[in-house]
Protein backbone atom coordinates (compact mmCIF):
# COMPACT_ATOMS: atom_id res chain seq x y z
CA UNK A 1 0.00 0.00 0.00
CA UNK A 2 1.06 3.64 -0.94
CA UNK A 3 0.58 6.59 1.23
CA UNK A 4 0.52 10.17 -0.58
CA UNK A 5 0.94 13.73 0.28
CA UNK A 6 -1.33 16.17 -1.90
CA UNK A 7 -0.32 19.99 -1.48
CA UNK A 8 -3.17 22.02 -2.67
CA UNK A 9 -4.63 25.35 -2.84
CA UNK A 10 -8.34 26.15 -3.24
CA UNK A 11 -10.82 29.47 -3.70
CA UNK A 12 -13.53 28.18 -1.24
CA UNK A 13 -16.24 30.43 -2.96
CA UNK A 14 -17.74 27.93 -5.26
CA UNK A 15 -17.38 25.37 -2.71
CA UNK A 16 -19.84 24.57 0.43
CA UNK A 17 -16.35 23.88 2.75
CA UNK A 18 -14.04 20.93 2.48
CA UNK A 19 -16.25 18.10 4.36
CA UNK A 20 -18.15 15.71 1.87
CA UNK A 21 -21.54 16.38 1.57
CA UNK A 22 -24.55 15.07 -0.04
CA UNK A 23 -25.78 16.89 -2.95
CA UNK A 24 -23.29 19.63 -2.26
CA UNK A 25 -20.03 20.81 -3.92
CA UNK A 26 -17.19 20.26 -1.57
CA UNK A 27 -13.79 20.46 -2.30
CA UNK A 28 -12.94 16.69 -0.42
CA UNK A 29 -16.02 15.41 -2.84
CA UNK A 30 -14.05 17.14 -6.07
CA UNK A 31 -10.67 15.58 -5.26
CA UNK A 32 -12.09 12.11 -4.17
CA UNK A 33 -14.64 11.75 -7.32
CA UNK A 34 -10.82 12.72 -9.09
CA UNK A 35 -9.19 9.84 -7.29
CA UNK A 36 -11.50 7.08 -8.32
CA UNK A 37 -11.65 8.63 -11.73
CA UNK A 38 -7.95 8.01 -11.69
CA UNK A 39 -7.27 5.02 -9.21
CA UNK A 40 -10.42 3.24 -10.14
CA UNK A 41 -11.27 2.53 -6.73
CA UNK A 42 -13.05 4.75 -3.90
CA UNK A 43 -10.64 6.33 -2.09
CA UNK A 44 -10.78 8.01 1.46
CA UNK A 45 -9.36 11.79 2.32
CA UNK A 46 -7.83 12.84 5.06
CA UNK A 47 -7.03 16.66 6.10
CA UNK A 48 -4.90 18.90 7.98
CA UNK A 49 -7.55 21.68 8.31
CA UNK A 50 -11.02 21.49 7.53
CA UNK A 51 -12.36 24.52 6.05
CA UNK A 52 -15.80 25.72 6.28
CA UNK A 53 -18.22 26.94 3.28
CA UNK A 54 -16.48 29.50 1.88
CA UNK A 55 -13.33 29.59 3.65
CA UNK A 56 -9.97 29.33 1.41
CA UNK A 57 -7.09 27.54 1.54
CA UNK A 58 -3.72 28.25 -0.26
CA UNK A 59 -1.86 25.55 1.51
CA UNK A 60 -4.01 22.66 2.48
CA UNK A 61 -2.55 19.45 2.72
CA UNK A 62 -4.31 15.91 2.29
CA UNK A 63 -3.60 12.70 2.17
CA UNK A 64 -4.85 8.70 1.33
CA UNK A 65 -3.30 5.42 1.12
CA UNK A 66 -3.79 2.49 -2.22
CA UNK A 67 -2.87 -0.84 -3.33
CA UNK A 68 -3.48 0.52 -6.77
CA UNK A 69 -0.54 2.40 -9.50
CA UNK A 70 -0.83 6.21 -9.59
CA UNK A 71 -0.99 7.28 -12.94
CA UNK A 72 2.25 8.87 -14.22
CA UNK A 73 1.96 12.55 -13.35
CA UNK A 74 -0.08 12.08 -10.81
CA UNK A 75 -0.15 15.92 -9.86
CA UNK A 76 -0.86 17.02 -13.27
CA UNK A 77 -3.91 14.01 -13.54
CA UNK A 78 -5.75 15.57 -10.62
CA UNK A 79 -5.71 19.04 -11.70
CA UNK A 80 -6.41 18.24 -15.39
CA UNK A 81 -9.79 16.39 -13.54
CA UNK A 82 -10.49 18.97 -11.16
CA UNK A 83 -12.24 22.70 -11.39
CA UNK A 84 -10.03 25.48 -12.31
CA UNK A 85 -10.69 26.69 -8.09
CA UNK A 86 -8.70 23.68 -7.03
CA UNK A 87 -4.91 23.62 -7.66
CA UNK A 88 -2.99 20.62 -6.88
CA UNK A 89 0.73 21.78 -6.20
CA UNK A 90 2.10 18.27 -5.43
CA UNK A 91 1.14 14.59 -5.01
CA UNK A 92 4.12 12.66 -3.88
CA UNK A 93 4.58 9.13 -2.51
CA UNK A 94 5.41 9.80 1.76
CA UNK A 95 6.24 7.11 4.52
CA UNK A 96 3.89 4.60 5.52
CA UNK A 97 1.38 5.51 7.47
CA UNK A 98 2.15 9.32 6.91
CA UNK A 99 -2.05 10.79 8.18
CA UNK A 100 -2.30 14.61 7.30
CA UNK A 101 -4.51 15.46 10.06
CA UNK A 102 -3.15 13.53 12.92
CA UNK A 103 1.08 13.98 12.38
CA UNK A 104 -0.08 18.51 11.68
CA UNK A 105 2.16 20.18 14.35
CA UNK A 106 0.61 22.88 13.61
CA UNK A 107 -1.70 24.79 11.36
CA UNK A 108 -1.47 28.93 10.52
CA UNK A 109 -4.38 30.82 9.17
CA UNK A 110 -5.04 34.17 7.87
CA UNK A 111 -7.73 36.62 7.99
CA UNK A 112 -8.04 39.33 5.26
CA UNK A 113 -9.67 42.83 6.01
CA UNK A 114 -10.06 45.20 3.06
CA UNK A 115 -9.97 48.64 4.87
CA UNK A 116 -11.69 51.77 3.11
CA UNK A 117 -15.01 52.04 0.45
CA UNK A 118 -16.29 51.51 -1.71
CA UNK A 119 -15.32 47.59 -1.79
CA UNK A 120 -12.60 46.43 -4.59
CA UNK A 121 -13.87 44.45 -6.95
CA UNK A 122 -11.34 42.09 -7.29
CA UNK A 123 -11.66 41.33 -3.46
CA UNK A 124 -15.05 40.30 -3.66
CA UNK A 125 -15.24 36.99 -1.59
CA UNK A 126 -11.62 37.10 -0.49
CA UNK A 127 -11.77 39.51 2.30
CA UNK A 128 -14.31 41.31 4.59
CA UNK A 129 -14.77 45.04 3.79
CA UNK A 130 -14.27 47.50 6.93
CA UNK A 131 -15.08 50.90 7.36
CA UNK A 132 -15.47 51.46 10.59
CA UNK A 133 -13.35 53.00 13.45
CA UNK A 134 -9.93 50.01 13.99
CA UNK A 135 -7.74 50.51 16.92
CA UNK A 136 -4.90 49.24 15.72
CA UNK A 137 -3.00 49.23 19.01
CA UNK A 138 -5.58 47.76 20.80
CA UNK A 139 -5.92 44.71 18.49
CA UNK A 140 -2.53 44.64 18.68
CA UNK A 141 -2.42 43.74 22.38
CA UNK A 142 -5.25 41.17 22.20
CA UNK A 143 -2.94 39.21 19.24
CA UNK A 144 -0.10 39.43 22.72
CA UNK A 145 -2.45 38.20 24.83
CA UNK A 146 -3.79 35.23 22.34
CA UNK A 147 -0.32 33.35 22.48
CA UNK A 148 0.07 30.69 24.58
CA UNK A 149 -2.22 28.05 26.20
CA UNK A 150 -5.43 29.50 26.96
CA UNK A 151 -8.87 27.64 27.20
CA UNK A 152 -11.07 28.51 23.73
CA UNK A 153 -14.53 27.70 25.00
CA UNK A 154 -15.94 31.02 24.35
CA UNK A 155 -14.61 30.95 20.55
CA UNK A 156 -16.11 27.32 19.99
CA UNK A 157 -20.05 26.84 18.73
CA UNK A 158 -21.87 25.79 21.82
CA UNK A 159 -22.97 22.53 19.71
CA UNK A 160 -19.26 21.67 19.25
CA UNK A 161 -17.46 18.06 19.04
CA UNK A 162 -14.91 18.76 21.11
CA UNK A 163 -14.27 17.79 24.72
CA UNK A 164 -11.06 19.83 25.49
CA UNK A 165 -11.09 23.09 25.01
CA UNK A 166 -6.74 24.18 25.60
CA UNK A 167 -5.28 25.44 22.58
CA UNK A 168 -1.47 26.60 21.90
CA UNK A 169 -0.94 29.53 20.09
CA UNK A 170 2.69 30.00 18.93
CA UNK A 171 1.94 33.14 16.97
CA UNK A 172 -0.60 35.81 16.54
CA UNK A 173 0.02 39.22 14.50
CA UNK A 174 -1.46 41.84 12.33
CA UNK A 175 0.28 42.98 9.73
CA UNK A 176 -0.29 45.07 6.32
CA UNK A 177 -0.28 43.32 2.90
CA UNK A 178 -0.91 46.73 1.09
CA UNK A 179 -2.13 49.79 1.69
CA UNK A 180 -6.04 48.67 1.72
CA UNK A 181 -6.03 45.66 3.06
CA UNK A 182 -4.56 44.07 6.46
CA UNK A 183 -3.62 40.47 7.96
CA UNK A 184 -4.55 38.40 10.96
CA UNK A 185 -2.34 35.29 11.12
CA UNK A 186 -2.87 33.05 13.87
CA UNK A 187 -0.90 29.54 14.27
CA UNK A 188 -1.89 26.89 16.97
CA UNK A 189 -1.38 23.46 17.55
CA UNK A 190 -4.96 23.08 16.52
CA UNK A 191 -8.12 24.91 16.03
CA UNK A 192 -11.38 24.25 17.06
CA UNK A 193 -14.39 24.69 14.56
CA UNK A 194 -14.74 28.81 13.23
CA UNK A 195 -12.40 29.45 16.29
CA UNK A 196 -10.84 31.68 13.83
CA UNK A 197 -13.56 33.14 12.77
CA UNK A 198 -15.01 34.07 15.86
CA UNK A 199 -11.59 35.73 17.19
CA UNK A 200 -11.54 37.90 14.34
CA UNK A 201 -15.64 38.64 15.01
CA UNK A 202 -14.19 39.53 18.53
CA UNK A 203 -11.26 41.50 17.80
CA UNK A 204 -13.20 43.63 15.37
CA UNK A 205 -15.70 44.51 18.66
CA UNK A 206 -12.53 45.35 20.17
CA UNK A 207 -11.16 47.41 17.13
CA UNK A 208 -14.40 49.27 16.85
CA UNK A 209 -14.52 50.34 20.27
CA UNK A 210 -17.15 48.10 21.35
CA UNK A 211 -15.26 45.90 23.64
CA UNK A 212 -12.15 46.26 25.62
CA UNK A 213 -8.52 44.20 25.72
CA UNK A 214 -8.74 43.33 29.12
CA UNK A 215 -12.80 42.07 28.04
CA UNK A 216 -11.06 40.34 25.08
CA UNK A 217 -8.61 38.78 27.72
CA UNK A 218 -11.11 37.68 30.04
CA UNK A 219 -12.70 35.22 27.08
CA UNK A 220 -9.20 33.63 27.30
CA UNK A 221 -10.04 32.02 30.56
CA UNK A 222 -13.00 29.82 29.47
CA UNK A 223 -15.40 32.41 29.43
CA UNK A 224 -18.86 30.58 27.79
CA UNK A 225 -18.97 30.97 23.63
CA UNK A 226 -22.31 33.68 24.65
CA UNK A 227 -19.64 35.93 26.16
CA UNK A 228 -17.82 35.88 22.95
CA UNK A 229 -18.37 38.11 19.47
CA UNK A 230 -19.75 37.08 16.06
CA UNK A 231 -18.19 34.62 13.83
CA UNK A 232 -16.38 37.01 10.79
CA UNK A 233 -17.26 36.22 7.65
CA UNK A 234 -16.09 32.95 5.98
CA UNK A 235 -14.73 34.77 2.86
CA UNK A 236 -11.80 36.77 4.66
CA UNK A 237 -10.37 33.46 5.82
CA UNK A 238 -7.59 31.36 4.78
CA UNK A 239 -5.69 28.49 5.65
CA UNK A 240 -1.95 29.38 4.54
CA UNK A 241 0.16 26.72 6.38
CA UNK A 242 0.55 23.07 8.11
CA UNK A 243 3.94 22.24 9.69
CA UNK A 244 4.68 18.66 9.97
CA UNK B 1 -26.70 71.59 -16.80
CA UNK B 2 -23.99 69.98 -14.60
CA UNK B 3 -21.16 67.83 -16.30
CA UNK B 4 -19.96 64.46 -13.45
CA UNK B 5 -16.95 63.00 -13.71
CA UNK B 6 -16.90 58.91 -12.65
CA UNK B 7 -13.96 57.49 -11.65
CA UNK B 8 -14.68 53.54 -11.22
CA UNK B 9 -12.98 50.12 -10.99
CA UNK B 10 -14.24 46.73 -12.47
CA UNK B 11 -13.69 42.97 -12.50
CA UNK B 12 -14.72 42.57 -16.58
CA UNK B 13 -15.21 38.86 -16.35
CA UNK B 14 -19.26 39.29 -15.58
CA UNK B 15 -18.82 41.77 -18.70
CA UNK B 16 -19.47 41.45 -22.33
CA UNK B 17 -17.03 44.55 -21.89
CA UNK B 18 -17.66 48.17 -21.26
CA UNK B 19 -19.81 49.41 -24.70
CA UNK B 20 -23.55 48.73 -24.56
CA UNK B 21 -24.74 45.84 -26.32
CA UNK B 22 -28.64 44.92 -26.32
CA UNK B 23 -29.59 41.45 -24.58
CA UNK B 24 -25.60 41.95 -23.04
CA UNK B 25 -24.65 42.82 -19.23
CA UNK B 26 -21.69 45.58 -20.00
CA UNK B 27 -20.59 48.09 -17.57
CA UNK B 28 -22.02 50.92 -20.18
CA UNK B 29 -25.12 49.40 -19.50
CA UNK B 30 -24.97 48.31 -15.94
CA UNK B 31 -23.78 52.27 -15.10
CA UNK B 32 -26.07 53.73 -17.53
CA UNK B 33 -29.34 51.63 -16.17
CA UNK B 34 -27.82 53.23 -12.65
CA UNK B 35 -27.96 56.82 -13.46
CA UNK B 36 -31.15 56.65 -15.01
CA UNK B 37 -32.25 54.97 -11.88
CA UNK B 38 -30.81 58.10 -10.02
CA UNK B 39 -31.36 61.03 -12.26
CA UNK B 40 -34.95 60.10 -13.61
CA UNK B 41 -33.67 60.30 -17.35
CA UNK B 42 -31.65 58.50 -19.58
CA UNK B 43 -28.30 59.54 -19.46
CA UNK B 44 -25.14 58.73 -21.81
CA UNK B 45 -21.74 57.87 -20.34
CA UNK B 46 -18.58 58.59 -22.69
CA UNK B 47 -15.75 56.76 -21.67
CA UNK B 48 -11.91 57.10 -21.59
CA UNK B 49 -11.01 53.58 -22.00
CA UNK B 50 -13.65 51.03 -24.21
CA UNK B 51 -12.43 47.75 -22.94
CA UNK B 52 -13.50 44.31 -24.52
CA UNK B 53 -15.42 41.61 -23.07
CA UNK B 54 -13.32 39.99 -19.70
CA UNK B 55 -11.14 42.97 -19.69
CA UNK B 56 -10.56 44.49 -16.13
CA UNK B 57 -10.08 48.36 -15.04
CA UNK B 58 -8.60 49.57 -12.23
CA UNK B 59 -9.03 53.38 -12.51
CA UNK B 60 -11.49 53.43 -15.57
CA UNK B 61 -13.02 57.63 -15.95
CA UNK B 62 -16.44 58.21 -17.27
CA UNK B 63 -18.34 61.26 -17.89
CA UNK B 64 -21.69 62.93 -18.58
CA UNK B 65 -24.23 66.04 -18.00
CA UNK B 66 -27.14 66.72 -16.89
CA UNK B 67 -29.72 69.00 -16.24
CA UNK B 68 -31.36 67.01 -13.19
CA UNK B 69 -30.34 67.33 -9.18
CA UNK B 70 -28.00 64.70 -8.13
CA UNK B 71 -29.21 62.78 -5.30
CA UNK B 72 -27.16 63.45 -1.81
CA UNK B 73 -23.94 61.41 -2.43
CA UNK B 74 -23.46 60.18 -5.82
CA UNK B 75 -21.34 57.58 -5.54
CA UNK B 76 -22.51 56.28 -2.68
CA UNK B 77 -25.80 55.86 -4.89
CA UNK B 78 -24.35 54.58 -7.75
CA UNK B 79 -22.53 51.58 -5.80
CA UNK B 80 -25.51 50.75 -4.14
CA UNK B 81 -27.24 49.86 -7.25
CA UNK B 82 -24.44 48.49 -8.89
CA UNK B 83 -23.40 45.27 -9.09
CA UNK B 84 -19.91 44.23 -6.57
CA UNK B 85 -17.99 43.79 -9.79
CA UNK B 86 -18.17 47.47 -10.15
CA UNK B 87 -17.22 49.90 -7.64
CA UNK B 88 -17.18 53.84 -8.05
CA UNK B 89 -14.39 55.27 -6.28
CA UNK B 90 -15.61 59.13 -6.94
CA UNK B 91 -18.15 61.13 -8.75
CA UNK B 92 -17.63 64.64 -8.90
CA UNK B 93 -18.88 67.75 -10.20
CA UNK B 94 -16.23 68.87 -13.15
CA UNK B 95 -16.13 72.10 -15.41
CA UNK B 96 -18.09 72.52 -18.12
CA UNK B 97 -17.71 70.48 -21.61
CA UNK B 98 -15.15 68.13 -19.97
CA UNK B 99 -15.38 64.72 -21.68
CA UNK B 100 -13.34 61.68 -20.26
CA UNK B 101 -12.54 60.83 -23.56
CA UNK B 102 -11.71 63.32 -25.89
CA UNK B 103 -10.20 64.93 -22.75
CA UNK B 104 -7.91 62.18 -21.99
CA UNK B 105 -4.16 62.85 -22.51
CA UNK B 106 -2.85 59.13 -22.17
CA UNK B 107 -4.08 55.76 -20.68
CA UNK B 108 -1.83 53.12 -19.19
CA UNK B 109 -2.93 49.65 -19.45
CA UNK B 110 -1.26 46.54 -17.67
CA UNK B 111 -0.79 42.70 -18.47
CA UNK B 112 -0.59 40.08 -15.89
CA UNK B 113 1.31 36.97 -16.72
CA UNK B 114 0.93 34.32 -14.09
CA UNK B 115 4.49 32.07 -14.34
CA UNK B 116 4.21 28.60 -13.30
CA UNK B 117 1.83 25.88 -12.82
CA UNK B 118 -0.92 25.01 -12.04
CA UNK B 119 -2.67 27.89 -12.12
CA UNK B 120 -3.78 29.55 -9.21
CA UNK B 121 -7.59 29.40 -8.46
CA UNK B 122 -6.88 33.21 -6.98
CA UNK B 123 -5.80 34.31 -10.56
CA UNK B 124 -9.11 32.77 -12.44
CA UNK B 125 -10.08 35.29 -14.79
CA UNK B 126 -7.33 37.60 -13.40
CA UNK B 127 -4.14 37.01 -15.53
CA UNK B 128 -2.70 34.59 -18.69
CA UNK B 129 -0.86 31.42 -16.93
CA UNK B 130 2.06 30.93 -18.85
CA UNK B 131 4.36 27.93 -18.48
CA UNK B 132 6.45 28.65 -21.51
CA UNK B 133 10.28 29.61 -21.98
CA UNK B 134 10.40 33.32 -20.92
CA UNK B 135 13.41 34.74 -22.65
CA UNK B 136 12.97 38.37 -20.05
CA UNK B 137 16.05 39.95 -22.07
CA UNK B 138 14.61 39.81 -25.12
CA UNK B 139 10.91 41.19 -24.25
CA UNK B 140 12.82 43.59 -22.21
CA UNK B 141 14.48 45.04 -25.45
CA UNK B 142 11.25 45.10 -27.50
CA UNK B 143 9.03 47.22 -24.62
CA UNK B 144 12.11 49.63 -25.34
CA UNK B 145 11.32 49.92 -29.10
CA UNK B 146 7.94 50.28 -28.26
CA UNK B 147 8.36 53.54 -26.88
CA UNK B 148 7.93 56.39 -29.44
CA UNK B 149 5.55 56.98 -32.46
CA UNK B 150 5.16 54.32 -34.59
CA UNK B 151 2.90 53.12 -36.80
CA UNK B 152 1.04 50.34 -34.84
CA UNK B 153 -1.45 48.75 -38.52
CA UNK B 154 0.07 45.38 -37.14
CA UNK B 155 -1.45 45.36 -34.22
CA UNK B 156 -4.65 46.36 -35.33
CA UNK B 157 -7.75 44.47 -36.34
CA UNK B 158 -8.40 44.50 -40.04
CA UNK B 159 -11.98 45.13 -39.78
CA UNK B 160 -10.82 48.19 -37.52
CA UNK B 161 -12.99 51.58 -37.90
CA UNK B 162 -9.34 53.68 -37.46
CA UNK B 163 -8.22 55.55 -40.19
CA UNK B 164 -4.75 56.68 -38.67
CA UNK B 165 -2.63 53.91 -37.15
CA UNK B 166 0.33 55.77 -35.73
CA UNK B 167 0.09 56.24 -32.01
CA UNK B 168 2.55 57.24 -29.80
CA UNK B 169 3.57 54.93 -27.23
CA UNK B 170 5.25 57.11 -23.83
CA UNK B 171 6.19 53.96 -21.92
CA UNK B 172 6.72 50.28 -21.88
CA UNK B 173 8.12 48.16 -19.11
CA UNK B 174 7.96 44.91 -17.58
CA UNK B 175 7.98 44.07 -13.63
CA UNK B 176 7.03 41.56 -10.96
CA UNK B 177 4.37 41.86 -9.34
CA UNK B 178 5.22 38.81 -7.06
CA UNK B 179 7.55 35.97 -7.54
CA UNK B 180 4.40 34.48 -9.16
CA UNK B 181 3.26 37.75 -11.50
CA UNK B 182 4.62 38.83 -14.00
CA UNK B 183 3.27 42.41 -15.10
CA UNK B 184 3.60 44.49 -18.44
CA UNK B 185 3.06 47.87 -18.63
CA UNK B 186 2.23 50.07 -21.73
CA UNK B 187 1.43 53.76 -21.63
CA UNK B 188 0.58 55.59 -25.24
CA UNK B 189 -1.81 58.74 -25.88
CA UNK B 190 -4.57 56.43 -26.92
CA UNK B 191 -4.60 52.60 -28.49
CA UNK B 192 -6.88 51.17 -30.73
CA UNK B 193 -8.64 48.28 -30.58
CA UNK B 194 -7.38 45.60 -29.24
CA UNK B 195 -3.97 46.60 -29.60
CA UNK B 196 -2.33 46.31 -26.10
CA UNK B 197 -3.15 42.05 -26.69
CA UNK B 198 -1.93 41.88 -30.20
CA UNK B 199 1.08 43.31 -29.25
CA UNK B 200 1.39 41.02 -25.84
CA UNK B 201 0.48 38.40 -27.90
CA UNK B 202 3.51 39.06 -30.15
CA UNK B 203 5.89 39.69 -26.91
CA UNK B 204 5.03 36.10 -25.84
CA UNK B 205 6.11 34.87 -29.27
CA UNK B 206 9.38 36.58 -28.32
CA UNK B 207 9.63 35.65 -24.99
CA UNK B 208 8.97 31.82 -26.01
CA UNK B 209 11.91 32.09 -28.80
CA UNK B 210 9.21 31.72 -32.22
CA UNK B 211 10.14 34.88 -32.99
CA UNK B 212 12.92 37.56 -33.20
CA UNK B 213 13.38 41.06 -31.55
CA UNK B 214 14.41 42.19 -34.87
CA UNK B 215 11.13 40.59 -36.43
CA UNK B 216 9.29 42.56 -33.45
CA UNK B 217 10.64 45.99 -34.45
CA UNK B 218 10.05 45.52 -37.82
CA UNK B 219 6.29 45.43 -37.18
CA UNK B 220 6.79 48.83 -35.94
CA UNK B 221 7.18 50.39 -39.03
CA UNK B 222 3.36 49.56 -40.49
CA UNK B 223 3.39 45.99 -41.20
CA UNK B 224 0.25 44.23 -42.07
CA UNK B 225 -1.89 42.86 -39.00
CA UNK B 226 -1.41 39.39 -40.40
CA UNK B 227 2.39 39.59 -39.46
CA UNK B 228 2.03 39.90 -35.68
CA UNK B 229 1.20 37.50 -33.66
CA UNK B 230 -2.10 36.32 -31.61
CA UNK B 231 -4.55 37.93 -29.21
CA UNK B 232 -3.52 37.70 -25.97
CA UNK B 233 -6.65 36.48 -23.41
CA UNK B 234 -8.44 39.49 -22.24
CA UNK B 235 -8.42 38.27 -18.85
CA UNK B 236 -4.89 39.66 -18.15
CA UNK B 237 -5.79 43.10 -19.28
CA UNK B 238 -6.17 45.85 -17.02
CA UNK B 239 -6.72 49.64 -17.82
CA UNK B 240 -4.85 51.06 -14.73
CA UNK B 241 -4.33 54.38 -15.09
CA UNK B 242 -5.78 57.34 -17.58
CA UNK B 243 -3.90 60.95 -17.34
CA UNK B 244 -6.04 64.24 -18.32
Excluded: K
Excluded at 107 to 136: I, Q
Excluded at 231 to 243: E, K, P, Q
Aim: net charge negative; hydrophobic share 40%; glycine share 8%.
Amino acid sequence: MTTYRLDLAYDGTGFSGWALQPGRRTVQGELEAALQQLFGERIGLTVAGRTDAGVHALAQVASFATFREPPDDLAYSLNAVTGPDVAIASATEVGDGFNARRDARSRRYRYRLEMGWPPSPFERGRALNWRHRFDRPAVEECAAALVGVHDFTAFTPTDSEHSQFERRVVAAEWSEESERILRFEIEADAFMRSMVRSIVGTLLEVASGRRSVEGFRELLRGAARSEAGDTAAARGLYLIAVDY
